[in-house]
């Protein structure tokens, strides 16, 4: 068999969500399963639905992925995408072929553009589905036979007399171009449905080319997965409608099928087409709600499809070598991101410490965080070693509860400011009290003079502090990390005291018994 070459095939008409990102990473897995090759294709023949935003959002969710493609006209220096827009000229000869060699034939009826039955439309199925008819049933035009609210074309320029073409064409009349489906049926197997046969009965007369010169759909989809030699079509299952005037089109030109694979929808948890009723949709919208992209293409891949074990924590590499066709499931899958949060907290414990580091920094910056002002002051200033190593530290400290990237701004304000903010709440409950207040000045005093300033001497300190004052530990535990945090709730205290230094330790403890005071 030849090398595998797969695409991903989006219409810029929206963000990468999570369905096509979803999509693209099978194709992806399979492709550098395979040894193949993997193309990105930007179907932007529908201009008014498309825009450049929309491109440049897909490509940065991709990057984003890991999903990087192998070939495309050179573009500042990088390659590709392959662009629908800049191949028209491809589609309209072609569209010509199919007429001379009888496949097709011009059609006057005008476009979808001036029907009666509503939007101008390209033959997307995914949009088909959510307007209620087929992709067909929105090609064509006048003349068209009322099926509900939609429109079969009723085939009348296919009986034209060559007068009447060219009294047309005398006339100046637009022409769009109009596939002749055959009679009979129309089969391909698919790998994850099995063989799948349509009657050709229930297949209009589909327009290929427009009259406005812009192919539809069907023909450009098909044009470029010949020429750019696409081995096998992995798409979502609301592609099966389109597929057999797609084999159609493959058999007008003479050319072999590929492999189509369709998947499994993705389900919201109510079972119900995932949508943003659910949540966000789209895959930026995840980056920047600090989930690991790990974790994401983890995520994914488990969407519909099982590695055919138990196993379902993966690294990219993993799923490469694990990752197989025939591991696509039929039943649609169901989003929980309960589960993707559960996958990004399992990545975020496993990364090797440097690499999460790298993660975090720039998060910090962003938040104005990091790096830290030089001075007396600063939190790092005290640390042993450079910045980089303190910040390491407080990443190991606060990694066993982060979900997220973000946790680690959130869970990390406290450390890298000068003044914190205190919770009111958490003052009230622990530092309210004239005992609390006593605690924590005892407290301040042991911290004034254990030696070293480590958790490994100021546990023992503080639990035989708590001993000599004939409470429990947590009677002292608690006033002291509302103190130096801010809030009742932080990593394991002494940890925390020693990351934070004695200086702002002592610092804080004396702000704290101010307040209210
Ligand atoms: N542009 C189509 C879409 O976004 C892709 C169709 C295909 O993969 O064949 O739905």
Not at 279 to 292: D, H, I, M, N
Request: hydrophobic share 40%; charged share 25%.
């Amino acid at each position: 068999m030849s090398t595998p070459r797969l695409r991903f095939a989006p219409s810029p008409t929206g963000y990468l969500h999570v369905g096509g990102a979803r999509t693209a990473l099978f194709n992806w897995l399979y492709a550098r399963k395979t040894g193949g090759a993997f193309v990105l294709r930007i179907e932007d023949t529908d201009v008014e639905r498309s825009s450049a935003d929309m491109v440049t959002g897909i490509l940065d969710g991709m990057r984003w992925l890991g999903l990087d493609w192998d070939e495309g006209p050179e573009a500042g220096g990088a390659h590709g995408p392959y662009f629908q827009s800049q191949r028209l000229a491809r589609y309209r000869e072609l569209a010509e072929q199919l007429v001379r060699e009888g496949h097709a034939y011009y059609c006057y009826c005008g476009t979808d553009k001036e029907r009666p039955d509503g939007p101008a439309f390209a033959g997307d199925a995914r949009a088909a589905a959510s307007g209620g008819g087929s992709a067909a049933d929105r090609e064509g035009g006048e003349g068209g036979t009322p099926r509900g609210e939609s429109w079969t074309y009723d085939r009348r320029c296919s009986r034209l007399t060559p007068e009447e073409v060219a009294a047309r064409e005398a006339a100046g009349a637009p022409r769009a171009i109009r596939f002749r489906v055959p009679e009979g049926e129309t089969a391909f197997r698919d790998l994850v449905h099995g063989d799948i046969t349509f009657d050709n009965a229930h297949i209009e007369d589909f327009v290929a080319l427009r009259s406005d010169g812009h192919p539809t759909y069907h023909l450009s989809v098909v044009a470029d997965d010949i020429d750019m030699a696409i081995t096998h079509v992995v798409r979502g299952d609301d592609h099966i409608s389109n597929t057999p005037k797609q084999v159609l089109l493959y058999r007008a030109f003479g050319k072999p099928l590929p492999a189509f694979a369709h998947v499994p929808l993705i389900l919201g948890p109510d079972k119900r087409r995932l949508s943003k009723r659910h949540g966000a949709t789209s895959v930026t919208e995840y980056r920047r709600q600090g989930y690991l992209p790990e974790a994401m293409m983890n995520f994914l891949a488990l969407l519909g499809w099982s590695p055919g074990s138990d196993q379902e924590l993966f690294t990219r590499d993993e799923l490469v070598a694990a990752f197989s066709l025939e591991g696509i499931s039929l039943s649609n899958a169901v989003f929980n991101p309960e589960k993707l949060e559960w996958f990004s907290a399992q990545h975020i414990a496993r990364m090797p410490s440097p690499e999460l580091v790298r993660r975090v920094e720039p998060l910090l910056e962003e938040a104005g965080l990091w790096p830290v002002r030089p001075g007396p002051e600063s939190p790092v200033a005290g640390a042993p070693g450079p910045a980089i190593a303190w910040l390491a530290r407080l990443v190991e400290l606060l990694r066993p509860r982060a979900k997220r990237l973000t946790d680690f701004v959130e869970k990390g304000r406290p450390f890298l400011v000068e003044h914190i903010e205190y919770d009111a709440a958490a003052v009230q409950k622990y530092l309210s009290s004239p005992e609390a207040r006593a605690h924590l000045a005892a407290v301040g005093e042991a911290c004034a003079s254990v030696e070293p300033f480590a958790a490994a001497a100021l546990e023992p300190a503080i639990r035989a502090l708590a001993g000599s004052r004939g409470v429990k530990a947590g009677a002292l535990v608690h006033p002291t990390r509302v103190a130096v945090v801010g809030r009742a709730e932080s990593p394991g205290l002494f940890e925390v005291l020693e990351l934070l230094g004695r200086e702002r330790v002592l610092a804080r403890i004396g702000r704290a018994l101010r307040l209210g005071a």
